[in-house]
C-alpha cells in the first residue's frame, strides 16, 4: 500500500537559513515521489518529482530533494529561505492508476 | 504556461441541495482527476477519469458524487444532497498521460451549511 508521512507539521526557519521537510513514503511498487506547495488561496503547485534514474531531483524555487530507498525518505530542501517560499508544502506519492496518496502537509513559516 | 481552471472559486450551499464544481483541464490532457481536501486533513483522492469513463475511485467516491466530461473542454463534479462534511476544497488536475506529474487547478471552496 502507498502512504507518505510527513514529520512536523509545523517548520519555522529564519530568512536565509537552510530549509528541511522531511517526507517519508511506504510503497508496494517502486515509488514516484513528489513534492507540492501551496501559496495561501491557491492551487497545488509542483515542485519536483522522482520517477527513476537520478536520486538528486531540482525543482523550482531552488529546491531540491534526494530519494533514499534505503531510508524511504524524500526529504526537501534549500539552501537558504527566503520569505516568499512561506507556504505548505505537500509530498506525495503516485500509486496505481496514477493515484496520488498525499501527506499531510507542512507548513513553513520563513521568519525575518 | 497552461493552467487548469476551476470555477466558481468559492461556493456556499444549502445542506440537501446539489451542486456542480466545473474545471476546464489542459487542452491537450487526456486524464483528469479530483481530489478534495477537508480543513486541516490530507489532500484526498476521489476519482481519475479518461477516455470518457471513470478509472479509478476512491470509497468517498459513492453514489452521492458523479463526473461527467459534457464537452470537448470541461469536466465537472456533482454532489447530489450535500451534507455538512462535503465542506471541503475540491482540486481538479489533469495530466497529458498516466506517467505524467499533474497540474492541480487553485481549487473550488465548497462550504455547506
Known amino acids: 500500500a502507498q502512504s507518505v508521512t510527513q514529520l512536523g507539521s509545523h517548520v519555522s526557519v529564519s530568512e536565509g537559513a537552510l530549509v528541511l521537510l522531511r517526507c517519508n513514503y511506504s510503497?508496494?511498487?517502486?515509488?514516484?515521489l513528489f513534492w507540492y506547495v501551496q501559496y495561501p488561496n491557491q492551487g497545488l503547485q509542483l515542485l519536483l518529482k522522482y520517477t527513476t534514474g537520478a536520486t538528486l531531483v531540482k525543482g523550482i524555487n531552488g529546491f531540491e530533494a534526494e530519494f533514499k530507498k534505503s531510508e524511504t525518505s524524500f526529504h526537501l530542501t534549500k539552501p537558504s529561505a527566503h520569505m516568499s517560499d512561506a507556504a505548505e508544502y505537500f509530498c506525495a506519492v503516485r500509486g496505481p492508476g496514477n493515484q496520488f496518496y498525499f501527506g499531510t502537509g507542512t507548513s513553513l513559516t520563513v521568519i525575518p | 504556461e497552461p493552467e487548469v481552471t476551476q470555477t466558481p472559486s468559492h461556493q456556499v450551499t444549502q445542506m440537501g441541495q446539489e451542486v456542480i464544481l466545473r474545471c476546464v483541464p489542459i487542452s491537450n490532457h487526456l486524464y483528469f482527476y479530483w481530489y478534495r481536501q477537508i480543513l486541516g486533513q490530507k489532500v484526498e483522492f476521489l476519482v481519475s477519469?479518461?477516455?470518457?469513463?471513470?478509472?479509478?475511485k476512491s470509497e468517498i467516491f459513492d453514489d452521492q458524487f458523479s463526473v461527467e466530461r459534457p464537452d470537448g473542454s470541461n469536466f465537472t463534479l456533482k454532489i447530489r444532497s450535500t451534507k455538512l462534511e462535503d465542506s471541503a476544497m475540491y482540486f481538479c488536475a489533469s495530466s497529458r498521460t498516466a506517467d505524467y506529474g499533474y497540474t492541480f487547478g487553485s481549487g473550488t471552496r465548497l462550504t455547506v451549511v
Open positions: 477519469f479518461y477516455n470518457n469513463e471513470i478509472s479509478e
Open positions: 510503497s508496494s511498487v517502486p515509488p514516484y
